[in-house]
């Protein structure tokens, strides 16, 4: 089951490691009607969770607790008005990750999944994350945690996660998870780029087209003559660090940087390798992994936004692969044929 599923990056890719969806619950109207049309068999929630916590989860999902595999999703980051106080599930009220904490609380799940970013470390000065995994510690649970860069594991760019898994209690000295191994080929945009399905795509001001032109692949503001570069930088100019996302273009032979949720941001820009312009929809999905039949529904803002937010499926993939087979191995290492054939 899937908590705060977006456009279904991450519920993809535990499919793909063999899970079988028992229902995803998402609020925006576009990425659950990008689920409901990829995925009709699944049981998609269109609804605010905070109207879905509160129920007898057990009796409308048709699951007893304990039954239930995995409980995955990312719910947005934020601070805790009562953070170190050690008040359980109080600490966490009045956020959305209250209600992920709710379902972990009624339905017991053998294991649980937590994505997030990165900064979730030190959001609140460490606070935040400290409160979910006191949270995840009542509950019953045994936590490991790793902060995964998609490049390490197939997928065409550089983006961090924060992974949190969570085993039950009653099952930690006979379920093993292992983090998934990184691997010896770490692609890069050249291996993506190619054939890409026509689809929308922003444009760029022509001015700002014509001063991208200029930029080399794999470059940036200092590239490009300086006068041009102050010019279009205005204030930008006189602020300090390396400013290295500011008329940035991509180069083939290298990862995408992290896909975002808008196509053209003045201090994070991710020019394509070849043309003066953003990436399309479709080239962004590629980036993240999804199957060029996986349709995003809405408007072009919309989808843009769906993909940025996703999970490369990659990714999501290589992990729930490796909690598929930890509880492969623990239900095989349970039942009574595998205990005949080893006693």
Same mark, same amino acid.
């Given at each position: 089951?899937?908590?705060? %599923?977006?456009?279904?990056?991450?519920?993809?890719?535990?499919?793909?490691?063999?899970?079988?969806?028992?229902?995803?619950?998402?609020?925006? #109207?576009?990425?659950?009607?990008?689920?409901?049309?990829? #995925?009709?068999?699944?049981?998609?929630?269109?609804?605010?969770? *905070?109207?879905i916590?509160? &129920?007898?989860?057990?009796?409308?999902?048709?699951?007893?607790?304990?039954?239930?595999?995995l409980?995955?999703?990312?719910?947005?980051?934020?601070?805790?008005?009562?953070?170190? @106080?050690?008040?359980?599930?109080?600490?966490?009220?009045?956020?959305?990750?209250?209600?992920?904490? =709710? +379902?972990?609380?009624?339905?017991?799940?053998?294991?649980?999944?937590?994505?997030? /970013?990165?900064? &979730?470390?030190?959001?609140?000065?460490? #606070? !935040?994350?400290?409160?979910?995994?006191?949270?995840?510690?009542?509950?019953?649970?045994?936590?490991?945690? *790793?902060?995964?860069?998609?490049?390490?594991?197939?997928?065409p760019?550089?983006?961090?996660?924060?992974?949190?898994?969570?085993?039950?209690?009653?099952?930690?000295?006979?379920?093993?998870?292992?983090?998934?191994?990184k691997?010896?080929?770490?692609? /890069?945009?050249?291996?993506?780029?190619?054939? /890409?399905?026509?689809?929308?795509?922003?444009?760029?001001?022509?001015?700002?087209?014509?001063?991208?032109?200029?930029?080399?692949?794999?470059g940036?503001w200092?590239?490009?003559?300086?006068?041009?570069?102050?010019?279009?930088?205005?204030?930008c100019?006189?602020?300090?660090?390396?400013? !290295?996302?500011?008329?940035? #273009?991509?180069?083939?032979?290298?990862?995408?940087?992290? =896909?975002?949720t808008?196509?053209?941001?003045?201090?994070?820009?991710?020019?394509?390798?070849?043309?003066?312009?953003? +990436?399309?929809?479709?080239?962004? %999905?590629? /980036?993240?992994?999804f199957?060029?039949?996986?349709?995003?529904?809405?408007?072009?803002?919309?989808?843009?936004?769906?993909?940025?937010?996703?999970?490369?499926?990659?990714? %999501?993939y290589?992990i729930? @692969?490796?909690?598929?087979?930890?509880?492969?191995?623990?239900?095989?290492?349970n039942?009574?044929?595998?205990?005949?054939?080893i006693s």
């Amino acid at each position: 089951m899937e908590l705060f %599923a977006g456009a279904g990056g991450l519920a993809l890719g535990i499919e793909r490691a063999g899970f079988e969806t028992l229902g995803l619950i998402e609020f925006d #109207r576009d990425a659950a009607d990008t689920l409901k049309a990829n #995925r009709p068999e699944w049981n998609v929630i269109h609804d605010d969770i *905070a109207n879905i916590s509160p &129920l007898d989860l057990t009796e409308y999902f048709s699951i007893q607790p304990g039954e239930l595999d995995l409980l995955s999703g990312g719910a947005p980051c934020q601070a805790f008005s009562y953070a170190g @106080k050690r008040l359980g599930l109080e600490d966490a009220r009045g956020t959305l990750f209250y209600h992920y904490a =709710v +379902f972990l609380h009624k339905l017991q799940p053998k294991v649980f999944l937590f994505e997030n /970013v990165r900064g &979730l470390l030190t959001h609140n000065q460490g #606070r !935040t994350y400290q409160t979910m995994t006191d949270i995840f510690s009542d509950e019953g649970y045994t936590i490991q945690k *790793a902060i995964l860069n998609a490049w390490d594991f197939g997928v065409p760019q550089k983006r961090e996660r924060l992974i949190t898994i969570g085993i039950r209690n009653d099952l930690k000295d006979e379920l093993f998870i292992r983090f998934p191994e990184k691997h010896n080929y770490k692609p /890069v945009l050249r291996d993506v780029l190619a054939d /890409v399905p026509s689809s929308d795509g922003a444009q760029y001001s022509e001015y700002k087209r014509k001063i991208f032109e200029l930029v080399p692949p794999g470059g940036y503001w200092r590239d490009i003559p300086p006068d041009i570069a102050k010019e279009y930088m205005k204030s930008c100019w006189e602020m300090g660090g390396g400013r !290295t996302g500011i008329l940035r #273009r991509l180069s083939l032979d290298e990862p995408s940087l992290a =896909v975002l949720t808008s196509p053209s941001q003045k201090q994070t820009d991710r020019c394509h390798p070849m043309e003066a312009r953003p +990436f399309t929809v479709r080239e962004n %999905a590629r /980036v993240q992994c999804f199957p060029d039949e996986w349709a995003f529904c809405g408007g072009i803002g919309s989808q843009y936004r769906q993909v940025g937010n996703a999970v490369p499926v990659q990714l %999501a993939y290589e992990i729930a @692969k490796e909690i598929y087979s930890g509880l492969e191995r623990y239900s095989c290492g349970n039942c009574p044929s595998f205990q005949n054939k080893i006693s």
